[in-house]
């Protein structure tokens, strides 16, 4: 399995990846932020993944949606972020981690919306150079994501536009950011029990959540602990435990959005289906 080393995810498969949940599939466990695992998805590379939902109208033939583990919720989303508040994005530069995010896609609705004299010019950093490179003047406005709506401040940036709250305010519907999925060849049995072990291993993780500490720390990139706790409250919620309705809802809601837009191809009626 491959996971990011973001506290939610390793707060997440903490009590899986160590053995703690009885009866659950043995991970061996890489990490890599959800930009290489959203390639690594598309080259089929391993049995489970954490993608961004952008990526799965590119992988469902492959891979199915587990209905537990990931990142949905509500204000939660990604920001736009620049030196000075109330700036103009027509025709300026504006940094993205990756064209194959959800950010992303959040973000073209959003300015679809939102932007009437000229699209914006796209750069892609890695989302920690993001920041920097807004506040030192390399690119004029940057999407973020993560710990990064906690901290921006530090860095003297504004905050141009929520594309959650956006997204929020124009479907009603929870923020899709970070799927789990598994090859689907794996087959009914095991597409179930890893689904089982990811919810037992969001429970385990809530009923005991000092277990994960170190580990969740040890991942985190030098986090601020506070920030690190922040970030796990805004990320793991009721539908990291169950997408349910709602999660499903959204999940769809956004890819026939953005497909109608041309940003990603159309959703197959059965694509979401679990198992």
């Known amino acids: ?18 053995g703690q949940v009885p009866g659950a599939p043995e991970l061996d466990v890489t ?29 469902l033939d492959e891979y199915a949606l587990l209905p537990c583990g990931g990142a949905l919720g509500r204000g939660c989303g990604p920001l736009v972020l620049t030196r000075e508040p109330g700036a103009d994005l027509a025709g300026k530069t504006v940094a993205v981690p990756s ?24 750069v892609v950093l890695p989302f920690h150079e993001i920041m920097p490179a807004v506040r030192d003047g390399k690119v ?17 940036l504004h905050c141009l536009a929520d594309m959650g709250a956006h997204w929020e305010e124009t479907t009603g519907l929870p923020i899709p950011l970070g ?14 029990s890893l689904a089982d072990a990811a919810r037992s291993s969001v429970r385990k993780a809530w009923d005991e ?3 994960s500490r170190e580990y969740v720390l040890a991942h985190a990139q030098e986090m601020d602990p ?3 706790d922040q970030h796990i409250g805004l990320y ?38 679990f198992p």
Not at 1 to 18: E, G, K, L, R
């Open 1 to 18: 399995m491959a996971y990011s080393p973001c506290p939610n995810d390793t707060f997440v498969f903490h009590a899986w990846a160590h």
């Open 31 to 59: 990490f890599a932020d959800i930009d290489l695992t959203n390639g690594m998805a598309e080259r089929g590379e391993f049995d489970v993944l954490k993608v961004s939902y952008a990526v799965l109208p590119y992988v």
């Open 99 to 122: 064209e194959r995010s959800t950010a992303y896609l959040l973000f073209r609705l959003w300015a679809a919306d939102t932007l009437r004299d000229g699209a914006p010019e796209i």
């Open 140 to 156: 004029d406005a940057g999407l973020v994501i993560h710990e990064a709506r906690f901290t921006y401040q530090e860095y003297g």
């Open 179 to 192: 799927a789990i999925i598994a090859k689907r060849s794996l087959g009914e049995t095991v597409l179930n």
């Open 209 to 211: 959540p000092e277990n």
């Open 226 to 228: 506070a920030v690190a």
């Open 236 to 273: 793991v919620n009721e539908f990291t435990a169950d997408l349910g309705e709602d999660g499903y809802a959204a999940v769809r809601g956004l890819l026939t959005r953005a497909a109608a837009e041309g940003l990603v191809p159309p959703l197959g009626r059965d694509a979401l289906r």
